[in-house]
C-alpha cells in the first residue's frame, strides 16, 4: 500500500523551530520530487517548497526563503522541512506529496498524484 506519513508537527512559540519529516511506505522515493504544502484554517492550500528527486533542485516560495531548508535521505525514504524562525502566520497543517513523472519539482498541486498526498500533520506556532 502506497502510503506517505507527515510527522514532527507540534506547538512552538514564535522564533522557534521544528523538523517535518514525510516517510514513504510502499515505494521508493528516489525517482519522486516531492512538495511541501500548508493549509491554515479558512485558507487555501499553499505550496511553499519543493526537491526534485536528484535533490539538485528545490524552490522556496518568498514566505518561508531563508526560514525553512528542504533535504532528503533516500536511504531512509524520508524528505525533511527544517523550519526555523517560526511565526505565527505559519501555523497549518502540512502536507507532504510525490510525483515521480518530474524531472524538476514543482509547488502547484494540480500535478501531483492524488494517491501520492500524505494526511497532513499540524503545525501551531503561538505563544
Known amino acids: 500500500q502506497v502510503q506517505l506519513v507527515e510527522s514532527g508537527g507540534g506547538l512552538v512559540q514564535p522564533g522557534g523551530s521544528l523538523r517535518l519529516s514525510c516517510t514513504a511506505s510502499?515505494?521508493?522515493?528516489?525517482?519522486?520530487?516531492i512538495g511541501w504544502f500548508r493549509q491554515a484554517p479558512g485558507k487555501e492550500r499553499e505550496g511553499f517548497s519543493c526537491?526534485?528527486?536528484?535533490?539538485?533542485?528545490?524552490y522556496y516560495a518568498d514566505s518561508v526563503k531563508g526560514r525553512f531548508t528542504i533535504s532528503r535521505d533516500n536511504a531512509k525514504n524520508t524528505v525533511y522541512l527544517q523550519m526555523n524562525d517560526l511565526k505565527p502566520e505559519d501555523t497549518a497543517v502540512y502536507y507532504c506529496?510525490?510525483?515521480?513523472?518530474?524531472?524538476?519539482?514543482?509547488?502547484?498541486?494540480?500535478?501531483?498524484?492524488?494517491?501520492?498526498w500524505g494526511k497532513g500533520t499540524l503545525v501551531t506556532v503561538s505563544s
Open positions: 526537491i526534485s528527486s536528484s535533490a539538485e533542485v528545490t
Open positions: 506529496a510525490a510525483e515521480r513523472k518530474m524531472p524538476y519539482c514543482t509547488v502547484v498541486p494540480k500535478y501531483y498524484d492524488t494517491d501520492y
Open positions: 510502499g515505494f521508493t522515493l528516489d525517482y519522486y520530487a
